[in-house]
């Protein structure tokens, strides 16, 4: 879906020769297989395992039947050896918040909220109900002076952390990334507001 076709042409297959892509991708399951077991085995605490979800293209349909079997597996396989499963989850996450549940996966990484998303973080955290932690939380166009203005980054990153900063099953950071065109003085004042709230 990622690596070997464009995105429309993976669906136009998906919709009209199904069998050759589940044909497919049942001939590379060995080799990702292969790959989450030596993850398992690894020395790492906590496993990245793919992802890129949003549900307008890993639709809830979609996402039940193609994703959500195989990232409980191995989240059950990580869990039984004392290790976390994280995935990405920065696109539009609104319809499959519950989905994410069932995965059993620990950690949401990069969790994008409102306004670069419809969903507002305190949907996530009510629906993840401290049993997936969120990773992210903080929009990357905040940190873009023409994107965010100065007075409302600020009354943005002051809300954020009264409202999370001893919570737990939270850690901050910037969804998706840290862009070119963000403000280093931007960045500064989040480390500040976040040491000043640790003391």
């Not at 997936?132 to 903080?138: A, L, R």
Request: glycine content about 6%.
């Amino acid at each position: 879906m990622k690596e070997l076709m464009p995105l429309d042409q993976f669906f136009y297959a998906l919709h009209d020769v199904p069998e050759k892509v589940e044909g497919l991708a049942e001939q590379m399951e060995p080799l990702y297989q292969q790959l989450k077991q030596i993850g398992a085995d690894s020395p790492a605490e906590v496993i990245l395992l793919g992802g890129n979800y949003d549900d307008s293209i890993t639709y809830p349909p979609f996402f039940e039947k193609y994703l959500l079997g195989p990232l409980r597996d191995y989240a059950e396989m990580l869990h039984r050896k004392g290790r976390y499963l994280m995935t990405h989850t920065d696109g539009e996450n609104q319809q499959l918040l519950a989905l994410y549940l069932r995965a059993g996966f620990d950690i949401a990484d990069s969790v994008c909220p409102h306004p670069m998303t419809r969903c507002r973080l305190q949907e996530i955290r009510a629906a993840f109900a401290d049993r997936i932690t969120i990773w992210g939380g903080i929009p990357s166009i905040s940190l873009c002076p023409a994107s965010t203005s100065e007075a409302d980054f600020r009354h943005s990153i002051h809300e954020l952390t009264e409202r999370y900063a001893h919570e737990s099953h939270f850690i901050l950071g910037v969804s998706d990334m840290v862009t070119a065109d963000a403000d280093w003085d931007r960045l500064q004042y989040i480390t500040e507001r976040v040491t000043t709230m640790e003391n």
